[in-house]
């Protein structure tokens, strides 16, 4: 019986050994599912300030009159007084661009029965304008109003190199996730790894400010104030923390 005893078990024990390597080698080629670490997943928020450091103008001439050679003509003199105003003004030729041109019809009001008549016709032309020396921006608008413009509006202040700023808000953001997520931990009595994971709202953009402007009357006598102020530029990321074992 001994002897019978021994062989059972020697056989178990081959039996094992031959089954070891199969089961090792399916485990090799099929990936087992992971379960993830635990994690702390943070919203970070950071932003920075600055000045903006040139503006960006639409200035414009409307005309009216009676046949459509007379309106553009009157409008080619009035925007080529405007146009000289702004080279008098140091505004390089390359930051004067032509935005829009049109010229309409003019008719009368329709009545009731009646069929519309025309009355004349209407020239429009609008230029964009880039303002670097922004500390200019209200004695540019006062010489534009002069020289004839009937329109100025959407003056927007921005940033040549806002990528710079919005870096540095980054950077805050990053340091804003690591501090809750820190607090977190310690509330939590964990202790916080690596960063696992960043991802930034995109869905956020740098603020515009505009301001329409409509010259309806001769330049006042006072001087244009305007005032580019500063701007802040946010950023809000999502972060996810490891948990350190």
Excluded at 41 to 64: F, N
Excluded at 168 to 176: G, H, I, L, T
Aim: hydrophobic content about 45%.
């Amino acid at each position: 019986m001994a002897a019978w005893h021994g062989l059972f078990r020697a056989a178990t024990l081959t039996i094992v050994f031959a089954i070891g390597p199969v089961i090792g080698s399916a485990f090799a080629q099929t990936p087992q599912p992971q379960t993830p670490d635990a994690r702390i997943v943070v919203t970070g928020e950071g932003s920075a300030s600055a000045a903006p450091d040139y503006a960006d103008i639409s200035a414009g001439v409307v005309t009216r009159a009676k046949t459509a050679g007379e309106a553009a003509d009157t409008n080619a003199k009035l925007m080529a007084a405007v146009i000289g105003a702004l080279t008098d003004a140091g505004i390089a030729r390359n930051d004067i661009q032509t935005a829009q041109f049109s010229l309409q019809p003019v008719y009368t009001s329709p009545v009731s029965g009646s069929e519309q008549k025309l009355t004349g016709f209407s020239v429009s032309n609008r230029l964009n304008v880039k303002i670097r020396d922004i500390g200019k921006a209200g004695v540019i608008l006062d010489k534009l109003f002069a020289a004839g413009a009937t329109e100025i509006g959407n003056i927007e202040y921005l940033h040549s190199n806002p990528s710079q700023l919005l870096d540095q808000a980054r950077q805050a953001a990053v340091a804003d996730a690591r501090r809750k997520a820190e607090l977190y931990a310690k509330a939590a009595g964990l202790s916080l790894g690596s960063v696992a994971f960043i991802t930034e709202d995109t869905g956020s953009a740098p603020p515009m400010f505009g301001k329409m402007l409509r010259a309806a009357a001769p330049m006042a006598a006072a001087p244009t104030q305007i005032l580019s102020g500063e701007d802040t530029l946010r950023v809000q990321i999502v972060v996810g923390f490891d948990v350190a074992h």
